[in-house]
C-alpha cells in the first residue's frame, strides 16, 4: 500500500519560513521524482517544485524561486520543501506527490495558512 504522509504545515506571518515533509513508503522510493504541489481556494492545483529521482535535477515555479528548495534524502524515502519569505499568496494546501512515468501517487496534503 503506497502512503506518502505530508507534515510541517500550518500558520505562519508573512515573511516567515516553513519546512515540510512527506515521508513515502509502499514504493521504490529512488525511482521516483517527488514534487510539491499546491491549491489554493478556487484554484487550479499548480506545480511549485519537483526534483528529479536521483536528487540532482530541481525546477521550481516563477512564484516560488528563490524563496523555496526541493530536496530529497533517498535514505529516509523522505522529500522536503524548505519555504522562506512566506506571503499570502502562499497560502494554500500543499500535496506531496511521487511520479514515475504515467504512475502518480498523491498525499493527503497539509495546510500553510500565511496571515498576521
Known amino acids: 500500500q503506497v502512503q506518502l504522509v505530508e507534515s510541517g504545515g500550518g500558520l505562519v506571518q508573512p515573511g516567515g519560513s516553513l519546512r515540510l515533509s512527506c515521508a513515502a513508503s509502499?514504493?521504490?522510493?529512488?525511482?521516483?521524482?517527488m514534487g510539491w504541489y499546491r491549491q489554493a481556494p478556487g484554484k487550479q492545483r499548480e506545480l511549485v517544485a519537483v526534483?528529479?529521482?536521483?536528487?540532482?535535477?530541481?525546477n521550481y515555479a516563477d512564484s516560488v524561486k528563490g524563496r523555496f528548495t526541493i530536496s530529497r534524502g533517498n535514505a529516509k524515502n523522505t522529500v522536503y520543501l524548505q519555504m522562506n519569505s512566506l506571503n499570502p499568496e502562499d497560502t494554500a494546501v500543499y500535496y506531496c506527490?511521487?511520479?514515475?512515468?504515467?504512475?502518480?501517487?498523491w498525499g493527503q496534503g497539509t495546510q500553510v495558512t500565511v496571515s498576521s
Open positions: 509502499g514504493i521504490t522510493f529512488s525511482m521516483y521524482a
Open positions: 526534483v528529479s529521482n536521483s536528487g540532482r535535477t530541481t
Open positions: 506527490n511521487a511520479e514515475m512515468g504515467l504512475v502518480n501517487y
